[in-house]
Each structure stands twice: as C-alpha cells, then as structure tokens.
C-alpha cells in the first residue's frame, strides 16, 4: 500500500523553464515531508524539506508547496538546469508516534531537463 | 562536512552466506535508519533506532537483524541469503529524529549482489 505516491515516472523540461514535480500522499498522520535527488547507484540527497505548519518553504531555486487539504506537495525548480536531471524523490513522515519513525518514499519522478 | 558513511560500498556473497553492512552516521546524530531498494523501485524502509534502541521498524526479514552501537554506529546483519535480497541498502542519520524539522541525510549505499 503505497502511502505516498508521484503519479509521474518521468518529466522533460528545457533549460531555463519551470520543473514542477508532484506528489500526492494518503495518510493524514504524515506532517514532515521532504524531498531528495537520487544518481543512480548514489545514496539520496537531501533537497528540502517542508513541515506541515507551513505551506511553503524556498531554498534557493526549489520550493516546496503543501497542500494539506489535497494531501498534496509539489517541488518547484526555477530556473532548470542540466545538472537537475536526476530522479526526484518526494517522502512523508510522521512524528507523532516518537523518534525515529520511518519516512515513506514515494515512488521517484526522473527529471531530464534539455539543453 | 562529515557525511554519512557506509561500508562496504559493494558486496558480493553466495545463496545462504551472511553479510554484515555497516553504517556511520554524522557525528552528533542519534538516529539511524535503514532503507532497501531493489532495482527500480522506491526505497522500502527496514529499520531505524533512536539512542541505541529499535525506534520502528518496516519490512525487515526475521533473517535480518541490526543494531546501533554506543557510538551511534549501526550494522546490519544478514543471514541466509537469497537471490531477492540483491540490492542497494541506504543508512540515513538525523539527529533526534524527524522531529522539530530535522532532515534525514543518505550514505552512498552498499550494493549487495547475491549469486
């Protein structure tokens, strides 16, 4: 049962424009939620994050959107760059239940941005 | 700065062997958790631990077992080993969780390939 989803596999974009990835997520426990770039066969590295009390957090060129009511979160980066192409990975936690609790990936969006 | 590290970054083992993976968080961290991904799917979480005790726990084998050390260090043994359990296993750290705002930073994975 995946609780947290990103309904696409793959985006292009061209250098210069808007990346908008998408992720949509089932359990209303979840209040922290972040997003990681992944290399193949590299480990995930952390983008940004975003906690529930806000609806919206910029780090640069990315920022993150929640939508709370929609169980909804989008990562936006502006501008894109080649050197963003990479599979983008959205995950939700929930801290309700004490430390350490696992954070639930969703299932990747691969992001090629075009020169 | 000081990332997580894990090793070794790969292994290769027979059906049946054991293989012990090992993780080092970022120095001060006290969480650590495990996470498995199998060729093209999204990192499924296994375990984490809080201050040297089991925090949660996912979808961990009773074949596997981990623990996290009194130097927040944590390792992950494997048992009779399968076919199926080929795969790249991440160790994230945090400090204090997911909590409060802490992110959760990604070793370089050890990829295990088991003949």
């Known amino acids: 049962d995946q609780q947290v989803k990103q309904n696409s596999p793959s985006l292009s974009v061209q250098e210069g424009r808007i990346s908008i990835l998408n992720c949509d997520y089932t359990n209303s426990m979840f209040d922290y939620f972040l997003w990681y770039k992944k290399y193949p066969a590299e480990g995930p590295t952390f983008l940004i994050s975003?906690?529930?009390?806000?609806d919206k957090n910029e780090d640069g060129r990315f920022t993150v959107f929640l939508n709370k009511s929609a169980k909804h979160l989008s990562l936006h980066i502006v501008p894109s760059q080649p050197g963003d192409s990479a599979v983008y990975f959205c995950a939700a936690s929930s801290s309700g239940f004490g430390t350490g609790n696992q954070f639930y990936f969703g299932t990747g969006t691969s992001l090629t941005v075009i020169p | 700065a000081a990332g997580v590290i894990q090793s070794p970054r790969h292994l290769i083992k027979e059906k049946r062997e054991t293989a012990t993976l090992k993780c080092y968080p970022i120095?001060?961290?006290?969480?650590v958790y495990w996470y498995q991904q199998g060729p093209g799917q999204d990192p499924q979480f296994l375990i984490s631990f809080y201050e040297k005790m089991q925090s949660d726990k996912g979808s961990i084998p009773d074949r596997f077992s981990a623990q996290q050390f009194s130097d927040y260090h944590s390792e992950l043994n494997m048992s009779s080993l399968e076919l199926g359990d080929s795969a790249l296993y991440f160790c994230?750290?945090?400090?204090?969780?997911?909590?409060?705002?802490?992110?959760?930073?990604f070793g370089q994975g050890t990829r295990l390939t088991v003949v």
């Open positions: 120095p001060r961290h006290d969480t």
């Open positions: 994230a750290s945090s400090l204090g969780g997911l909590q409060g705002g802490t992110e959760a930073f």
């Open positions: 975003i906690s529930s009390i806000k």
